[in-house]
């Protein structure tokens, strides 16, 4: 059977002053068989797209990456779980996964939702966390500092594509959810109020300078990033606040193994 046109394979790899062992990437909506409105790159199984057009997809992003990788996939729920990832193929319940293993490439899904990646400066564990405002507010990102062995001045993270601040509506009831978390929180740095209807409060959320606040509580000082709309820029990014019906980008990290 031949293989299925594509478009030209597009990739985000982050820009922080990492090891040389740490590798990381984003993909974008380009470069994969998925059709309209999952067209082209879509790497999710769950979100309606023909399987076989996501499994191919996957594929052509380990040929990327290397036959040599193992990915650890995610079945993501909004939670604050992370888990140590594993090579035996198993879809694990999570919203985190962090590794010491060379080749095992900790990968999280999303289209609007903040991709996180933390590695340490000896390039000995890295980990991967998907925070939408639900699993921030809740401690997604300290969940996964707490998994590593080095203290947190000696980490660095880097916040991949997500919602920007211009187009990321939230209730009241987002708001307080964080008050009622951080309750020094000062909620205005975070949250600007937007009447678009006269009968509800709603805010405009800065998902990322939430998540470089609650680092930087954390003792985390390295922290890179940030300067992305997947809602804005629908050239690149997928977003489920734009279209509800859309593939999702895959956000990968692992550590290299030295060449023999």
């Given at each position: 059977?031949?293989?299925?046109?594509?478009?030209?394979?597009?990739?985000?790899?982050?820009?922080?002053?990492?090891?040389?062992?740490?590798?990381?990437?984003?993909?974008?909506?380009?470069?994969?068989?998925?059709?309209?409105?999952?067209?082209?790159?879509?790497?999710?199984?769950?979100?309606?797209?023909?399987?076989?057009?996501?499994?191919?997809?996957?594929?052509?992003?380990?040929?990327?990456?290397?036959?040599?990788?193992?990915?650890?996939?995610?079945?993501?729920?909004?939670?604050?779980?992370?888990?140590?990832?594993?090579?035996?193929?198993?879809?694990?319940?999570?919203?985190?996964?962090?590794?010491q293993e060379?080749?095992?490439?900790?990968?999280?899904?999303?289209?609007?939702?903040?991709?996180?990646?933390?590695?340490?400066?000896?390039?000995?564990?890295?980990?991967?966390?998907?925070?939408?405002?639900?699993?921030?507010g809740a401690?997604?990102?300290?969940?996964?500092?707490?998994?590593?062995?080095?203290?947190?001045?000696?980490?660095?993270?880097?916040?991949?594509?997500?919602?920007?601040p211009e187009?990321?509506?939230?209730?009241?009831?987002?708001?307080?959810?964080?008050?009622?978390?951080?309750?020094?929180?000062?909620?205005?740095?975070?949250?600007?109020?937007?009447?678009?209807?006269?009968?509800?409060?709603?805010?405009?959320?800065?998902?990322?300078?939430?998540?470089?606040?609650?680092?930087?509580?954390?003792?985390?000082?390295?922290?890179?990033?940030?300067?992305?709309?997947?809602?804005?820029?629908?050239?690149?990014?997928?977003?489920?606040?734009?279209?509800?019906?859309?593939?999702?980008?895959?956000?990968?990290?692992?550590?290299?193994?030295?060449?023999?």
């Amino acid at each position: 059977m031949s293989t299925p046109p594509c478009e030209i394979f597009t990739v985000i790899r982050p820009d922080w002053p990492v090891p040389a062992r740490v590798h990381a990437l984003v993909t974008t909506r380009s470069g994969g068989v998925s059709q309209p409105p999952w067209d082209s790159f879509n790497l999710a199984t769950h979100v309606g797209d023909r399987v076989d057009d996501a499994v191919c997809n996957r594929q052509r992003l380990r040929d990327v990456i290397g036959h040599n990788k193992t990915f650890q996939w995610l079945n993501q729920t909004h939670s604050t779980d992370v888990v140590v990832a594993s090579d035996n193929g198993v879809v694990q319940q999570a919203d985190g996964a962090h590794t010491q293993e060379d080749n095992l490439v900790c990968t999280v899904l999303t289209a609007d939702c903040l991709p996180v990646f933390f590695c340490n400066k000896e390039a000995t564990q890295v980990a991967a966390a998907h925070a939408g405002w639900k699993g921030l507010g809740a401690g997604i990102l300290e969940k996964t500092l707490a998994c590593f062995f080095s203290a947190p001045e000696h980490l660095r993270v880097w916040l991949g594509p997500a919602i920007g601040p211009e187009h990321f509506e939230v209730g009241d009831d987002v708001r307080q959810y964080y008050v009622d978390h951080y309750p020094s929180l000062p909620y205005q740095d975070f949250f600007v109020p937007v009447q678009t209807d006269p009968s509800r409060l709603c805010w405009h959320m800065d998902i990322y300078a939430m998540a470089r606040y609650i680092l930087k509580q954390q003792g985390v000082d390295a922290v890179y990033g940030g300067g992305y709309c997947t809602y804005a820029d629908k050239t690149r990014f997928f977003s489920y606040r734009r279209e509800p019906v859309c593939g999702r980008m895959a956000s990968c990290i692992w550590l290299e193994s030295s060449p023999s």
